[in-house]
């Protein structure tokens, strides 16, 4: 069990009918955060009862390693290609993830 591992839940909303182009474009910046440093999870998620909502679920090895993602261009996140299609901005959970399976 790490104190210092920070997460989120992160609820995105898409323009109507736009969910499936939200989610394939997340999943691209998924891709990116893959060699993030820090970075334990980024899951791209769907629900089955909102169709145009998008959950993304976040570790990182502690805040700095958050902050620095956050931080980083949105260009090179992928970021910018997502933002066009969103409804509103995102809505934010924060976590202090204690473990379990998938995390070491």
């Not at 998924?30 to 679920?57: F, K, S």
């Not at 970021?79 to 299609?85: K, M, Q, R």
Request: some cysteine; hydrophobic content about 40%.
């Amino acid at each position: 069990m790490s104190g210092d591992r920070v997460g989120r839940y992160v609820r995105m909303v898409a323009v109507e009918g736009q969910g499936e182009a939200l989610a394939a474009g997340l999943l691209r910046v998924a891709e990116g955060m893959r060699d993030a440093p820090g970075c334990e999870l980024y899951v791209v998620n769907r629900t089955p009862d909102e169709d145009d909502a998008v959950w993304i679920t976040e570790v990182w090895s502690d805040e700095a390693a958050s902050e620095a993602a956050l931080n980083r261009d949105l260009g090179e996140a992928g970021l910018g290609s997502v933002l066009g299609l969103l409804a509103g901005p995102p809505e934010f959970i924060e976590l202090s993830p204690v473990g379990g399976p998938g995390l070491s």
